[in-house]
């Protein structure tokens, strides 16, 4: 399972063979591409933090009008990393669920596809490589009812105090937590009452904001040490440990769900595995941000094995229920990566004309990108015109030879 790997071994160092297929590019063309990478993320970044700022001001005002913004600059943001994921890292996504998600995913013309999932939802999946959650957010970016703008996810507390990117997050209205539930659930109760709001339209009818909130049970993506803590704890309670998974903490999950009950009809479940990452290897050495972005060696291909459970069916009057709950379903999860990794594919579509959907990250249209620099624009040219008539009308009245 390995447990007893060294903690280099499943790093691909070798410069001829990696499961990207592909060799990596020499150091000056890694040295140009991260340059372009960080001129053009960081400006991203900065651009979209500065129109943030630009709308502060409207939560004073107006606190509806203020959150539609942010949704508004969180669109944005799905929309850099995956035009950056289409230049820089690209990969093929690979599709497939069971029955219950069958005719909500369907193939489009043109290689594309579209996921009909609802507007408010949880989402839960196992944590492979740090970049889990930008494959995720993609799928918001493709999904009928747009919902790229309304994901939330649920964040270590350290990640809130990098510059300029932590920034973007609280405005964001992500959710930090430090990992102690007694710090925690006041902060998430607080969160989460927010998400579950109802608001009321010109009309007077009422209605809850969308919401995608993102969880990952196992709490850190999957590594040697994390097998090791897993099969540890596994041993201490008596119970099977997975194999290709960890097992799941259900406090948070347990606590979230309960939040959210009677405003969130369905959980849905992502398997996710990458092509290449093999038995007893991990996808944090093979695949990371340096290989995947830098020297041009990302995954052939994400793979997902989409499940949907309705909240009303899930055990969630009593805590100890629950977690043996989601404890199975995780090893009905470790099931299938058994599969994946036996067969290289899940199990194929049910309901669908096609076995698997295969499609590629990438934007609906290049010129998307150029929206980050609206709210900015229209500020700088709404200044400029100011001090144009400021200018105008101190030289009417002679305030200025």
């Known amino acids: 399972m390995g447990l007893n790997e060294a903690p280099g071994k499943g790093s691909a160092n070798s410069q001829d063979v990696h499961p990207s297929g592909k060799r990596p590019h020499g150091r000056a063309v890694q040295i140009l591409r991260g340059l372009a990478l960080a001129v053009y993320f960081l400006t991203c970044c900065v651009t979209i933090v500065v129109s943030q700022l630009l709308g502060c001001w409207l939560y004073f005002v107006n606190r509806e009008i203020y959150y539609d913004y942010m949704s508004m600059t969180k669109r944005w943001f799905a929309i850099v990393v995956t035009w950056m994921t289409q230049i820089w890292g690209p990969t093929t996504i690979r599709i497939s669920g069971d029955e219950s998600v069958a005719g909500e995913i369907r193939p489009m013309e043109g290689g594309g596809v579209q996921f009909n999932f609802p507007e408010r939802l949880v989402m839960i999946a196992n944590h492979q490589i740090y970049t889990d959650w930008l494959y ?3 799928v918001g970016y493709v999904n009928r009812a747009s919902a790229h703008g309304h994901i939330f996810i649920i964040l270590k507390q350290s990640l809130q105090y990098i510059p300029i990117i932590g920034w973007g997050m609280t405005f964001y209205s992500f959710i930090f937590m430090s990992r102690k539930m007694a710090t925690d659930q006041p902060r998430l109760a607080y969160r989460l009452g927010k998400l579950k709001q109802t608001r009321t339209d010109p009309s007077g009818k009422q209605y809850r904001i969308p919401m995608w909130l993102l969880l990952f049970p196992e709490g850190t993506n999957i590594s ?7 099969a540890s704890w596994a041993e201490k309670k008596g119970w099977k440990d997975p194999e290709h998974v960890l097992l799941p903490r259900s406090t948070g999950s347990f606590f979230c769900l309960n939040e959210l009950r009677g405003t969130v009809e369905y959980v849905y479940d992502c398997t996710v595995a990458y092509e290449g990452v093999g038995r007893g290897k ?25 499940r949907r459970f309705k909240l009303s069916d899930i055990p969630l009057d009593d805590a100890d229920e629950f977690d043996a709950w989601l404890r199975a379903e995780w090893y009905k999860k470790d099931a299938l990566m058994e599969q994946y990794l036996t067969t290289g594919r899940f199990p194929a579509m049910a309901g669908s004309k096609v076995d698997f959907i295969e499609t590629k990250v990438q934007t609906k249209s290049p010129l998307e990108i150029l929206q980050i620099f609206s709210a900015v624009g229209i500020a700088g040219l709404v200044w400029r015109n100011v001090q144009r008539f400021g200018g105008a009308v101190a030289g009417r009245f002679g305030f200025f030879v």
């Not at 040697?224 to 897993?230: A, H, L, P, Q």
């Not at 972005?293 to 793979?303: A, I």
């Open 136 to 138: 995720l957010w993609w």
């Open 224 to 230: 040697g040490n994390g097998r090791r803590k897993s």
């Open 282 to 306: 991990y996808g944090e050495n093979i695949f990371t941000l340096s290989s995947t972005y830098l020297q041009g060696r990302p995954p052939k291909s994400v793979n997902f094995y989409w």
